[in-house]
C-alpha cells in the first residue's frame, strides 16, 4: 500500500487551468486504485474541477456549505480563511509523518520544512517563467522556488519531451535519469450544455490572451480576413471581457462587430469547439497543450505554431504556421475555412491522435514514477 499525500496548494488558487485539472483527474483515479491510500486535504476550493469532482459530495467543504455562505458568527468556516487553513491543514499531515510519498501540486516551497526524510516528487508542466522572464517580472518568486523544488525533488515528471529538454537545457546540472515524462490528457465534462449566442461561423479561441499567448498577434494576422469572408466570425471563449487595448485593436481595424467574448461553464467547453470551423492556438510556448486534445475530441481542427511542444502533441493532426509569421497564419486560417474537404480530413487525424492520449494512461505512468521514487528512497 502505497500512501500519497498531496497537497491542496492550486486548489487555494486557481479556479480553473490545466495544473488543477491535471491533479483533479489524477486524484480521481487515485482514489479507485485498492493499492493506494490517498489523502488530498482541500478543506476549501472555487476549483470547479474539484467542486465536479467525486470529492465534493463527502468533502469538509460540502457538508458544511451552509456555514460556509452563511456563517456569520462561525468566522472560521468563511472562504478567505478556509483557503489559509488549506496550507495549515496540510503541514499537520506532514507533520504526522502518516504518508509515504508527498506531491506538491504547484512551487509554493512550504512543505520542505516538514517533510523530514520523507520523498516528493514534482510535476513541472513548462519553464515558461524560466524561457520568457519579460512577462513575469512581478512574479520573481516561481522561478527561485520551482528551481528549488527540482534540484531537492527525488523524482520530477515533466508533461512533454520538449519540457524535459527545456529543464535539462536551462539546469544542465540536473541528471537526465530524475526525470520522467508523462503526457497529460483531456476529458470533457460527462453534462453537455450548448451555449447560446453562438454565430453561425467562427473560428475559436479559448482561454487565456495575454503576453505569450499571442493574440495580439492572431488578430493582426487574421484582420484581412474579416473583410474578405462576410460571414466570419471569431468567438473567445473564457479569458473574460475585452479591455480596453483590445477594443481599441478591434477598432482599428473595423471588425468589433465580428468579435465575441463568451466565459463558459465547464460543460458547455465541447460545444464550442464541435460548432467552430477551427480553432486556432497562436501561444509562443506551452508545457503540453490541453486545449489541443479537446479540441480534435470535438473534431474541430486545430491551427497552431510549429514550435515547443506542439509537434509533439498534436502530431500529423496539426496544422502548423511559423511563430510569428502574419501571412502564414492567415493562409492556413483561409484554407481551413474555405475547404470543406480540408476540414473533414483533419477532423478525421485529430480524432486517431486523441486516442493515444487518456487520463487513465496518465495516471497509470504516474503511479510508477510514484514507486520509482520509493524504491529508490
Same mark, same amino acid.
Given at each position: ?19 488543477? @485539472? ?52 462561525? @468566522? ?266 480540408? @476540414? ?34
Amino acid at each position: 500500500m502505497m500512501r500519497l499525500l498531496i497537497d491542496p496548494q492550486i486548489f487555494t488558487t486557481q479556479e480553473f487551468g490545466g495544473i488543477s @485539472r491535471y491533479f483533479t483527474e489524477l486524484c480521481v483515479r487515485f482514489k479507485e486504485e485498492e493499492d493506494i491510500d490517498l489523502h488530498f486535504p482541500v478543506l476549501y476550493t472555487d476549483n470547479i474541477y474539484y467542486l465536479n469532482s467525486s470529492f465534493y459530495p463527502t468533502s469538509y467543504q460540502n457538508k458544511n456549505k451552509f456555514l460556509i455562505r452563511y456563517g456569520t458568527l462561525f @468566522r472560521a468556516f468563511l472562504p478567505r480563511k478556509l483557503k489559509k487553513k488549506n496550507k495549515e491543514h496540510s503541514i499537520k499531515l506532514l507533520q504526522q509523518q502518516s504518508f509515504d510519498l508527498f506531491v506538491p501540486t504547484y512551487y509554493d516551497p512550504y512543505f520542505l520544512l516538514h517533510l523530514k526524510q520523507k520523498p516528493f516528487v514534482l510535476t513541472v508542466h513548462d519553464m515558461i517563467h524560466e524561457l520568457y522572464p519579460q512577462y513575469f517580472e512581478d512574479d520573481p518568486d516561481t522561478m527561485h522556488n520551482k528551481k528549488q523544488l527540482i534540484f531537492e525533488a527525488k523524482r520530477i515528471i515533466a508533461v512533454s519531451e520538449n519540457t524535459k529538454n527545456d529543464i535539462l537545457s536551462i539546469y544542465p546540472e540536473i541528471s537526465e535519469d530524475k526525470i520522467d515524462v508523462v503526457h497529460l490528457a483531456h476529458q470533457f465534462s460527462d453534462s453537455v450544455a450548448v451555449p447560446i449566442g453562438l454565430p453561425s461561423h467562427y473560428i475559436l479561441f479559448v482561454g487565456n490572451r495575454s503576453l505569450y499567448k499571442n493574440f495580439t498577434f492572431f488578430i493582426t494576422a487574421i484582420s484581412q480576413l474579416f473583410h474578405q469572408f462576410n460571414d466570419l466570425h471569431l468567438v473567445c471563449a473564457g479569458g473574460n471581457e475585452f479591455d480596453e487595448g483590445e477594443l481599441s485593436l478591434f477598432e482599428e481595424f473595423g471588425i468589433s462587430s465580428r468579435i465575441i467574448q463568451q466565459n463558459f461553464k465547464d460543460s458547455e467547453l465541447k460545444a464550442y469547439y464541435e460548432n467552430a470551423r477551427c480553432f486556432v492556438f497562436p501561444s509562443e510556448y506551452e508545457g503540453f497543450g490541453i486545449p489541443i486534445l479537446e479540441a480534435m475530441s470535438a473534431g474541430c481542427p486545430v491551427i497552431l505554431t510549429n514550435n515547443s511542444s506542439f509537434p509533439e502533441i498534436a502530431g500529423d493532426a496539426g496544422i502548423y504556421f511559423e511563430l510569428n509569421d502574419h501571412a502564414d497564419l492567415r493562409q492556413k486560417v483561409s484554407e481551413i475555412w474555405n475547404n470543406g474537404d480540408l @476540414r473533414a480530413e483533419y477532423q478525421e487525424k485529430g480524432h486517431l491522435q486523441t486516442q493515444n492520449f487518456t487520463w487513465e494512461k496518465t495516471a497509470s505512468e504516474t503511479i510508477k514514477v510514484y514507486h520509482k521514487a520509493l524504491s529508490k528512497f
